[in-house]
C-alpha cells in the first residue's frame, strides 16, 4: 500500500492537468461542446472540490457513451485517487471501475487492464473484503504484459498482505517472495525491504519468531547504515513486541529504548513516537517501575494533541491510560478505560491489544474484588488464546512441514543434479581424452607427412647434387678426353702439315699453321689446364691470371697462397674452373677495369674471392636469376664439394665472390 500512497500524493497536484490533458488528446472523439465545458469548468475548480469529481464523473460517462474505453480507464483509474469529498466512498470508487472494467476488452493499454483490477482490489481490501480482493490481484497479475513488471510485483506484494490478513501463512508467504524475487530483479532495493518487513509481520503473527527476528535484525542494520532512521525504528518497535510475547523483557527494553533513542524523526511524525513512548510507559507500569512509566506517558500525552484521533480510537493509548490508572490504585478507573480498552481492540482485531486488554481487565475485577467476572474474562481469555493457538499450531505445522517437503525435494534435486554433473563431467573428461587422442593423431599425422615431405625435398636435393657432381665430373672427363683427341690427333696432324708446307717453302701458309696449332693448344688448354695438373692450383691460378693480364686491358692483382696438398685433385680443379667462370663473367658483364683475386687458406679452409670495380647490380633482384647471371654453374660447382658461395654487389660499386671449401 505504500506505493498506493505515495502515489496518491502525487496525483493531488496533477489530477487538473492531467484530466485537461486527456480531454485535449480526445477532442475529435468525444462530444466537442460538452468537454469543452467540463474542461473549463475543472480548470475553474481545486483537485478537491466537490465540483471536481462531479465533472471527473461526467466526463467517465461521455468517454464510455463515446466509445473511447482506453480514456475511460485512464479516468476511472484517475477517479480512484481523487481526493474530492463526493467521490471518496470505497463503494462508488468500486462502482466506477467496475463499470470500466465491463469494456476492458477494448482497452488497448495492458497496464490500464491491469491496472483497473489492481484498484478495484484496493477498493475490496479497505471494505476488508479480502477474499474478493485476493481474486481481483490476481486477476491483475494475468493482465499485466512483462514491461509491466513492477505493476506485476506490486500485486503480488498486496495480494500477500490480503492474505496476511486472512490468516493464510503459505499463500501469503509464497505471493511476498514472488513479489520480492521481482522487486530484486528490478534493484528496487526500497521494496525489497518493504516486502521483508511484510514476511516478518506474517512470521510473527504466527510465532515463527526465530524467522521475523534474523528479517527485522537484517533490516535494522540496513536502514541504519543508511541513515535511515524512521523505518530503523518501526523494525525495533516491532521486534520488542515479538520479544514481549516471548517472554525476553530484557531484549524488549533494549529494543524499544534503541527505538526511542531515534527519536524525533525527520519528519517528525508524531504517531509513532507516540507508539513508542506508550509502550515504553506500559513495559514500566508492568515492570513495576511507576516514575518511568508516569515519565514516558507524559511525554506521550504531549503528542496526543497533534494526533488527537489516537486517544480516542487506539487500543494502546488507552491501554496504557488504564495501566498508569492501575499503577497508581485507581481501580475503577483503570477498569472503565480497560473495558474501552478492549472494546477498542476487538474492532481492530488486533491480536496483541486484545489479550493485553483481556489480562489487565482480569486483574482490576480481582483487586476490585469481583472474582466471578475476573474469572469470566480469564476464561475467555482462555478460550481466545487456545483458539488462536490451535490455528497458529496448525498453520506453523503446514508451514514447516511444506519446508521440510521442499528442504527434502531440493536435497533430492541437489543429489540428481550432482550426479548429472558428475555424469556430465565424467563424460566431458572422456571428451576431453578423445580430443587430445584425435588432436595428437592428427599432429602426429601432420608431423609425419611433413617429416617425409622434408626427407623426400633433402633425398631430391641430394640426388640433384649427385646429379650436378656426376655431371661436373663427366664434364671434365669430357673435356680431358677432348683435349687429349685435340692435342694427339688434329695437333699432329697440324703439326705434320706444317712440316709440309715448310718443304714447300710457303711461309704465309706456314704462319697461319702456327696460329691454328696456337689456338688449337689454347683450347686443349682451356678443356683441360695441364698447369693444373704439373704444377698445382696456386701456379695454374698465377698462370691464367697472368695469361689475362697480357691479353686484356684490365688491370689484374692477386694474393695466392701455396695450397700444394691441402686440397683434393677434384676439389682443386672445381676451383680453377670456378676461378675461370667467374673471370668469364667479370670480362663478359662488368665493365670493370680492375680485377683484384685472392687465394688464401682460413680457419676453416679455404676461400677464394674475386673482386671487380664494375657496375655491378641488385643482387636482390636478381636473387633467383642465376642462369641469366651466369652463377647457377658456380653455385652447383661450390654446392658439389658441400662448401659456401656469397654475392656481395650494388649497382655502380662492382661485385665480390667468395667461394669457401671446407677441409
Known sequence: MIRLIYSLGCLLITTLS????????????????????????????????????????????????????????????????????????????????????????????????????????????????????????????????????????????????????????????????????????????????????????????????NEAEKIRNSLISIYKKSENTFDAAIQLYNQSEDFGRQGRFDDQLSYLTSADSLTPFDPQDYYTESMIKLSLSNFFGEHGDLTKQKEYFAQAQEMISFVPEVASTSPVYLNAKAQLEYSQGNLLAANKLVQESLSAAKESKNMDHLIKAYRLLGETYQDLGQSAKAYEIREELTRYTDSIFAANQATTFSYYQTLYETERKEREILTKTQ???????????????????????????????????????????????????????????????????????????????????????????????????????????????????????????????????????????????????????????????????SINNVLKHSEASALRVLFQRIEKGVELKIEDNGKGFDFSEKLNDFQSLGLKTLKERIASMQGSMKVTSEKGSGTSLSFVVYV
Open 18 to 209: 492531467s484530466i485537461s490533458s486527456f480531454a485535449q488528446t480526445t477532442r475529435d472523439n468525444i462530444q466537442k461542446n460538452n468537454l469543452k465545458e467540463l474542461t473549463t469548468l475543472l480548470e475553474a475548480t481545486k483537485p478537491s472540490d466537490s465540483l471536481a469529481g462531479i465533472y471527473l464523473t461526467r466526463m467517465i460517462n461521455l468517454t464510455e457513451k463515446e466509445g473511447n474505453y482506453d480514456l475511460m480507464a485512464d479516468l476511472a483509474i484517475q477517479f480512484f485517487h481523487h481526493p474530492s469529498p463526493s467521490i471518496q466512498t470505497p463503494k462508488l470508487k468500486k462502482e466506477v471501475l467496475k463499470r470500466a472494467i465491463t469494456h476492458e476488452l477494448k482497452v488497448s493499454d495492458s497496464k490500464n487492464r491491469g491496472t483497473l483490477h489492481l484498484k478495484l482490489a484496493g477498493s475490496y481490501f479497505n471494505l476488508e473484503q479480502f477474499d474478493s480482493a485476493i481474486v481481483e490481484y490476481g486477476i491483475a497479475i494475468e493482465r499485466f504484459a512483462k514491461k509491466d513488471s513492477i505493476l506485476i510485483a506490486d500485486s503480488y506484494f498486496f495480494r500477500g498482505q490480503a492474505r496476511d490478513y486472512k490468516g493464510d501463512l503459505l499463500g501469503g508467504m509464497q505471493d511476498y517472495q514472488t513479489a520480492k524475487d521481482i522487486y530484486h530483479a528490478l534493484e528496487d532495493e526500497e521494496y525489497v525491504n518493504y516486502v521483508d518487513g511484510g514476511m516478518a509481520i506474517l512470521f510473527s503473527k504466527f510465532a515463527i519468531y
Open 419 to 581: 550426479e548429472i554433473e558428475s555424469i556430465n563431467q565424467s563424460n566431458e573428461a572422456k571428451l576431453r581424452i578423445i580430443a587430445v587422442i584425435v588432436f595428437v593423431l592428427i599432429i602426429s599425422a601432420v608431423l609425419i607427412f611433413l617429416w617425409k615431405n622434408l626427407q623426400h625435398e633433402k633425398k631430391k636435393k641430394q640426388m640433384q647434387s649427385r646429379f650436378s657432381q656426376e655431371l661436373l665430373k663427366n664434364q671434365e672427363a669430357e673435356r680431358v678426353r677432348i683435349s687429349k683427341d685435340l692435342h694427339d690427333g688434329l695437333g699432329q696432324s697440324l703439326l705434320l702439315i706444317k712440316n709440309k708446307v715448310a718443304l714447300s717453302k710457303d711461309n704465309t701458309t706456314g704462319e697461319l699453321l702456327d696460329t691454328a696449332i696456337s689456338e688449337l693448344r689454347s683450347i686443349a688448354r682451356s678443356l683441360h689446364p695441364m698447369q693444373l695438373e704439373k704444377l698445382g692450383l696456386s701456379k695454374a691460378a698465377e698462370h691464367l691470371l697472368d695469361q689475362i693480364d697480357r691479353e686484356t686491358e684490365i688491370f689484374v692483382s692477386s694474393e695466392i697462397e701455396e695450397l700444394k696438398g691441402v686440397l683434393k685433385k677434384e676439389e682443386e680443379l672445381q676451383l680453377y674452373r670456378i676461378l675461370q667462370e
